[in-house]
């Protein structure tokens, strides 16, 4: 029935869950895939689409290493918006909106071809623990499954509790049983665990609404993708979102149901996402706002359904149905489902290790929103992470770990291990302050490599990396080179209102003016040819603009990374005594001692930590 012993057990197969399951078999690591409901491979469970801001840069980052959001998000795909454009390229954020059935279809599909990765229809109700160390799971039919080691990426479904209103009942989704037991076990053997709350708005039938009455948001004119690789193609096609406010009248009617509001009358005790409140939190805490916006987003490409983006709730039906009615547009909707608000166990993540293995038990790691994260794509990285992590322990290598100059992959798990999280965390821009190197269009320079020598991303993959590399920076040596006389480059000059010339210049000194587009460049002679005869696609001459553009920044900000970077050198020894440095604040210590930071960098981000902190821990290790 099963392999006697496997290398890595994955429990539950959400975006963590998949993704775990793809990198630790890819690495060559016989893998167990085990969850509730092989039918729900990675359900969109919430918003039926892929990236948005900072979330974007981290599905690239996954498809550079080789996991497959990025791919499945391109198949998938109804619509692609590169978010931020009018900004600098630090910001630009890449999203797609989902076809929400294609897109778990397309993941089952892409799991099932891939090699080492057997499957199995279960919950685990329990994890086998031996002197500290994970040896397998068991099943709630008594199975004992055992493994090297397992990740557990348990989604909302360790005790989950829906809240409708003033109903509640036990379920990890709408129509989906919770998951019991797995939390008595690590409490038992150490662990200390909270809860967390998310909520979801009401699904309707997109044949009820009246779009006439509202804000038409088409894709890009000009797609693009997520995926480096040459599996995807831009859409060809693309179906559009729709926007409408709420108002005074719809706000009046949310109010007339908070008395039986879980969030306000007590039924609901944990903390939800600050940044995605749902809408009756919204008119509470915003009540100067006279209306708020709701994007209707369709959930495929022939379905009716629709999510109504804004409007998260967890008010009594009649309640959510009443309201919705008074929006624009919403005049005669029918519901297909309401929304609800759910409850769920998850484990501070400063009991682990930037591996994402616990701290108290060995060969245990834990992904997703068991360590207080919230979005698909924060669950997505950490489980390619740890599978990453699982797989390398049982093969005995050394382990991978992403630094947050390099990735915001890097930053989200630092932020956690290091901060750790009492409200569902999501990834901004502005937590990385490395952003302007943390590019959405380089996250293949930064990351194949790395990926490809423990074994993940395919000689492919790296391949085209390194050609999109080598002529892009040629490209950009070209530019360097290249003369333009005030003659020619003039008219273009005085046509942007840009100073003109009087004397000979290189391109990349004219090009690096703000002012001044690939396009313009393209008109001075040698440049067209140039990209010609080394047939440079729209990637390669993107990544050359950014590198002249924006040279300046780039390197001013490595160069700050290289003397933090000096920090992460200094290693902390394992189970440090902090008691011993009298002369650290006594918060300090309690800290370090909580947190166990592996490294002086690790040390300087705790919160409470101060740089006299700091100093006294480099002069007590002798630095």
Not at 96 to 123: C, G
Not at 229 to 236: A, G, I, K, M, N
Not at 561 to 568: I, V
Request: glycine share 8%; hydrophobic share 35%; charged share 25%.
């Amino acid at each position: 029935m099963f392999e006697k012993q496997y290398d890595v057990i994955v429990v539950g197969a959400g975006h963590a869950g998949s993704e775990a399951a793809a990198a630790a078999a890819n690495m060559g690591s016989k893998t167990l895939l085990i969850t509730m409901n092989l039918q729900n491979i990675a359900q969109m469970s919430c918003n039926p689409a892929m990236g948005g801001i900072a979330k974007g840069q981290i599905v690239r980052e996954i498809d550079a290493m080789g996991g497959y959001s990025g791919i499945v998000s391109d198949t998938s795909a109804i619509q692609f918006k590169m978010l931020n454009k009018s900004k600098g390229p630090a910001m630009w954020s890449p999203r797609v909106q989902s076809d929400r059935m294609r897109f778990a279809e397309d993941w089952r599909l892409k799991l099932e071809q891939t090699p080492n990765l057997d499957f199995y229809q279960e919950m685990v109700a329990g994890l086998i623990i031996k002197n500290e160390k994970i040896v397998g799971v068991r099943t709630s039919l008594g199975l004992e499954i055992f493994g090297k080691s397992v990740v557990c990426t348990n989604g909302t479904f360790l005790n989950g509790l829906i809240h409708i209103g003033d109903k509640q009942f036990g379920g990890g989704r709408a129509g989906e049983r919770a998951a019991t037991g797995i939390t008595k076990d690590l409490i038992e053997v150490g662990f200390e665990a909270g809860r967390m709350k998310t909520g979801t708005p009401p699904r309707v039938d997109g044949r009820s609404l009246d779009y006439s009455k509202m804000v038409e948001q088409p894709g890009d004119e000009i797609p693009g993708k997520f995926s480096y690789s040459d599996e995807t193609r831009p859409l060809s096609k693309q179906r559009s979102c729709h926007m409408t406010y709420t108002s005074n009248e719809v706000h009046e009617i949310l109010k007339e149901g908070f008395d039986r509001s879980p969030m306000f009358n007590g039924r609901i005790k944990s903390i939800g996402p600050r940044y995605c409140p749902s809408i009756e939190d919204k008119i509470n805490r915003f009540a100067d706002k006279d209306r708020h916006q709701l994007f209707v987003e369709p959930e495929g490409w022939n379905t009716v359904e629709v999510y109504v983006n804004g409007f998260s709730t967890s008010l009594p039906e009649d309640v959510q149905f009443k309201a919705l009615s008074s929006v624009a547009g919403f005049e005669n909707v029918k519901f297909f489902r309401p929304g609800y608000a759910i409850e769920y166990d998850y484990f501070p993540p400063t009991q682990l290790k930037h591996t994402l293995e616990t701290k108290l038990v060995e060969g245990l790691y834990f992904a997703g929103q068991i360590n207080g994260t919230t979005g698909y794509e924060e669950a997505a990285c950490q489980g390619m992470m740890a599978g990453i992590n699982a797989a390398l322990k049982v093969q005995e290598k050394d382990e991978f770990i992403l630094k947050r100059n390099e990735a915001y992959i890097g930053v989200l798990i630092d932020d956690l291990i290091t901060k750790g999280t009492e409200e569902p965390y999501r990834m901004f821009t502005s937590r990385a302050e490395y952003r302007t190197l943390l590019r959405q269009d380089n996250a293949d320079f930064r990351l194949t490599e790395k990926s490809y020598n423990i074994g993940l991303a395919s000689e492919e993959r790296m391949r085209k990396m390194e050609d999109k590399k080598e002529k892009s920076f040629k490209f950009v040596q070209f530019l360097k080179d290249l003369s333009v006389v005030p003659e020619e480059a003039n008219p273009v000059l005085e046509k942007r209102k840009s100073s003109p010339m009087k004397q000979s210049d290189k391109v990349f000194k004219v090009f690096s003016r703000p002012q001044i587009t690939m396009e313009d460049v393209k008109q001075f002679s040698g440049v067209e040819e140039f990209i010609s005869e080394n047939s440079l696609d729209q990637e390669m001459i993107e990544q050359t603009e950014i590198q002249v553009k924006y040279s300046g920044y780039i390197e001013k900000e490595k160069n700050n990374a290289d003397k933090l970077n000096r920090l992460e050198d200094v290693k902390i020894p394992n189970n440090f005594d902090y008691s011993k440095i009298k002369s650290m604040s006594y918060e300090a210590r309690e800290k370090l001692k909580k947190v166990q930071p592996a490294t002086v960098s690790q040390a300087s981000r705790i919160s409470g930590v101060s740089p006299n902190d700091v100093s006294v821990l480099l002069v007590y290790m002798g630095r």
